[in-house]
């Protein structure tokens, strides 16, 4: 913290610290913004070249093949019945699992055909590809001899943790600029890894559980049997995929948000070995446990050695969610020098109860526009959070990267404004003035006009006209 001074003359300098490097926006004039009208604006969007095209119809087409190939594999084995039945209890859990991830990314949420496409890709390409490798080292060990068994120890953990990784990779090599850190990393890995576990589960649910019961003992026992495994595959450790797979995230998150070519090539490699291991453990558990006939080495594994990495990992993904939250609060200060913001903005976004209460205000304010507009305005002002803190982070290392951060600045700033334009001065509680950057000059109710220096804890909100 820097030592205090007067609130008018250090009021942003005091908020946070804001690393040295970079340049400010070169004009603090706001452009102009609609003043009427229910239409929000909305980020530009790329052209889609032939060539994008072309790779986009590619992958289409390989997840739709795979989603093809996995249908026709699973009901040539367990047939149409366990098929549906397994399917159905399988995507249960989906939705709460989607939704936890979802949670974590509410500051900045990802584009849906992103996530999708994470989805799809564990779900279909990642099982597809682990099933064939599974099946062929199966194989392999049965004619030499060896137990099969090995296969879940050593081949399983590491073609699934790869593959589940894969479809995340892609979308940091080609779309870097759509990660802003670790949060990103675990909500791609842990919807790849979710797609992957649900058809997983319907093997399990269907295969294992209900044709294997049913064609013993009829159809009552293999719906016991399907409670049974829910119990204890879904209910109980329904978070295994996902926190092996989280490991991933972590390293791919850290390579979005450095600019060291080591650490982008290391750090991914690192979590995906960490994965592969707790996988590979995971599995080695219950193996030990039928070779053994001790119990107590799956009850320790799972309680006292996965539950804890579970809940540790729970832990880092809340605190690096407020961490996304405060970074508004350590580089936003930038632009309220510049007069683009007001201090309470800045302070507006620093929470989800803060941003929550700001929501509320526009839509009493200004209706259900001034709403989307605080919508907009709050993912605006994160996306501009997060591309300076790149830009400082030196991110962009190419001429034609830094050229195309300034353009999306000035295209976020200027969203920005009109964003605001939907919601400011429309307070009837609220005095009318205007933020220079350094001071509000105010007017009052008896038509005197003053210079109020900034609060030293700004009233959320107050947006006010930018000088």
């Known amino acids: 913290m820097r030592p205090a001074r007067r609130a008018g003359d250090g009021y942003a300098d005091r908020m946070a610290d804001t690393p040295s490097g970079g340049s400010l926006p070169p004009s603090p004039s706001v452009p102009a913004a609609p003043s009427t009208g229910t239409d929000v604006p ?24 795979c989603a093809i190939f996995m249908l026709f594999q699973l009901g040539t084995s367990l047939g149409p019945e366990a098929l549906m039945i397994g399917a159905a209890a399988a995507i249960l859990p989906v939705p709460v699992l989607v939704a936890c991830f979802l949670w974590l990314d509410r500051y900045e949420p990802e584009p ?29 060990f049965e004619d030499r001899g060896l137990p099969v068994e090995l296969t879940a120890v050593l081949v399983a953990p590491f073609i699934e943790e790869l593959t589940k990784a894969l479809g995340p990779i892609l979308l940091l090599v080609f779309r870097r600029r759509e990660w802003s850190g670790i949060t990103d990393g675990l909500v791609y890995c842990g919807l790849s890894a979710i797609g992957f576990a649900m058809v997983e589960n319907i093997l399990y649910l269907g295969g294992y559980g209900y044709a294997s019961g049913a064609e013993q003992y009829g159809p009552a026992t293999g719906a016991q049997q399907v409670i049974a495994i829910f119990i204890v595959r879904i209910l109980l450790f329904g978070f295994a995929h996902p926190l092996f797979t989280a490991m991933t995230g972590v390293g791919l998150g850290i390579a979005a948000r450095t600019a060291s070519r080591r650490v982008r090539v290391f750090a991914p490699i690192a979590g995906l070995l960490l994965a592969m291991m707790l996988h590979g453990a995971w599995n080695l558990l219950p193996t030990l446990t039928q070779a053994t006939g001790e119990v107590f080495i799956s009850i320790f594994g799972f309680v006292g050695v996965m539950v804890p990495i579970f809940f540790g990992m729970v832990g880092l993904a809340v605190w690096l969610r407020a961490w996304e939250g405060r970074l508004t609060e ?7 020098r510049a007069g683009w913001l007001t201090p309470p903005e800045v302070a507006a976004l620093s929470s989800l109860g803060r941003r929550h209460a700001a929501r509320a205000w526009a839509r009493r304010v200004a209706g259900d526009a001034g709403l989307r507009a605080m919508r907009g305005y709050q993912f605006a002002a994160t996306r501009l959070a997060l591309l300076r803190d790149g830009a400082l982070r030196g991110l962009d290392r190419r001429p034609v990267d830094r050229e195309r951060t300034a353009r999306e600045e000035q295209e976020l700033l200027a969203a920005i404004s009109a964003y605001r334009s939907f919601f400011v001065g429309r307070d009837p509680q609220s005095p009318v003035g205007v933020w220079d950057g350094h001071r509000y000059h105010l007017r009052f109710p008896d038509g005197s006009q003053r210079s109020v220096d900034a609060p030293e804890e700004p009233v959320v909100p107050i947006p006010v006209v930018l000088a």
């Open 42 to 65: 909305g980020k530009s969007r790329r052209r889609l070249s032939w060539q994008r095209a072309l790779v986009l119809a590619g992958v289409i087409l390989l997840i739709a093949a």
């Open 112 to 140: 849906l055909k992103y996530l999708i496409f994470c989805f799809a890709w564990g779900a279909f390409v990642s099982t597809a590809a682990s099933l064939k490798v599974n099946e062929t080292a199966a194989d392999w």
């Open 330 to 336: 350590r580089i936003l200060p930038d632009y309220v």
